[in-house]
């Protein structure tokens, strides 16, 4: 969110990436990356020699959050909610 300059919900939307295994027998090094990653960073990460697993865009294995900012100055909250996963952000 600081270094792109956007807000909670823009930032849960990001697409994703998570390093490592899942199951027994995977190997260690596999990248697993969400589809919606635009196909020139698959294809570098592939000229790279990373062991890519491709997800689907909005997949539930990349994790779940939600989460509030407040600013500091006027008070206001701000909330966002993944749509990888039934759930709210509330505050009061």
């Known amino acids: 969110m600081l270094d792109y300059s956007c807000d909670i919900q823009e930032a849960l939307e990001t ?5 490592g ?3 027994l ?3 260690r090094d596999t990248l697993h990356i969400e589809s919606r990653f635009p196909q020139e960073t698959i ?3 592939e000229r790279r020699g990373h ?3 491709r997800w689907g865009p909005w997949h539930e294995l990349a994790g779940h959050a939600h989460g ?3 600013d500091p100055i006027n008070k206001v909250l701000a909330g966002g ?3 990888r996963s ?3 952000a509330i505050g009061w």
Not at 15 to 19: A, C, G, H, K, Q
């Open 51 to 53: 062991r890519l697993n």
């Open 15 to 19: 697409p994703r990436w998570l390093s």
């Open 86 to 88: 039934d759930g709210a």
């Open 21 to 23: 295994r899942f199951a």
């Open 43 to 45: 294809d570098e990460l």
């Open 81 to 83: 909610s993944d749509p």
């Open 25 to 27: 027998g995977e190997s």
């Open 68 to 70: 509030i900012v407040i």
